[in-house]
């Protein structure tokens, strides 16, 4: 079966400092890999999806993620924080394990940015 | 403007009583899901569904109903079974195809008192 591990529950950064949110799967057959952000009180909305072919993929806001195959990793980044990208952030796997229709979601990782 | 709606944003319910969530879409998906969320541990799934008139049980579908009698709509009934109902729930749809990406609705906020 597939799974989503997020390392870190909370990060912390500054406005301005490199936002890195990591984020491992596990899956016997290649997945596609999704990154969702959640506001306060909010529904999710995508930032970037991996599907298949280049495994650097830019999504709104000035987020993108990298596909390692070899590290089953999709880690999530941004040069340079805002305000504004405080938020909890959902890494997600769907694929032919998870029967796919149905899409298996990481604990969830809450971004503070210290001003 | 297209999209998921889900009523009512915050709901308060009294132990013992039946409730039921709405979900309505208006982008002509043909699978929609229920999660619940909590603190610290993500959105598991509670029903999905991928046609009208057929639905299946996710990973936590005890104590909640679901019905899939138009494509725009899936309510979620939360039982008086379902024994820690306090929790935010979403509604979620795609296209129908496999490994879509989902789109979800604002959410709703149970209360039970």
């Known amino acids: 079966a597939q799974s989503v591990t997020q390392l870190g529950s909370h990060v912390s950064v500054s406005e301005g400092a490199l936002v890195l949110l990591r984020c491992n799967y596990s899956?016997?057959?290649?997945?596609?890999l999704f990154w969702y952000v959640q506001y306060p009180n909010q529904g999710l909305q995508l930032l970037l999806k991996?599907?298949?072919?280049?495994?650097l993929v830019k999504g709104i806001n000035g987020f993108e993620a990298e596909f390692k195959k070899s590290e089953t990793s999709f880690h999530l980044t941004k040069p340079s924080a805002h305000m504004s990208d405080a938020a909890e952030y959902f890494c997600?796997?769907?694929?032919?394990?998870?029967?796919?229709?149905?899409?298996?979601f990481g604990a969830g990782t809450r971004l503070f940015v210290k001003a | 403007d297209g999209g998921i709606t889900q009523s009512p944003k915050y709901l308060f319910r009294k132990e013992g009583q039946n409730v039921t969530l709405s979900c309505e879409q208006n982008?002509?998906?043909?699978?929609m899901y229920w999660y619940r969320q909590d603190p610290g541990q993500g959105l598991r799934l509670i029903y999905y569904?991928?046609?009208?008139?057929?639905?299946q049980k996710g990973d936590i579908a005890e104590g909640y109903s679901v019905s899939r009698e138009k494509k725009e709509s899936f309510p979620l009934t939360v039982t008086s079974a379902q024994k820690n109902p306090t929790a935010f729930y979403l509604c979620?749809?795609?296209?129908?195809?496999?490994?879509?990406?989902?789109?979800f609705g604002p959410g709703t906020r149970l209360t039970v008192l």
């Open positions: 979620a749809s795609t296209p129908g195809t496999t490994n879509n990406e989902q789109f």
């Open positions: 569904s991928q046609i009208v008139n057929d639905f």
């Open positions: 982008l002509n998906h043909d699978a």
């Open positions: 991996y599907t298949t072919g280049a495994t």
């Open positions: 997600a796997v769907s694929g032919l394990n998870t029967g796919g229709f149905k899409t298996i």
């Open positions: 899956s016997s057959v290649p997945p596609y």
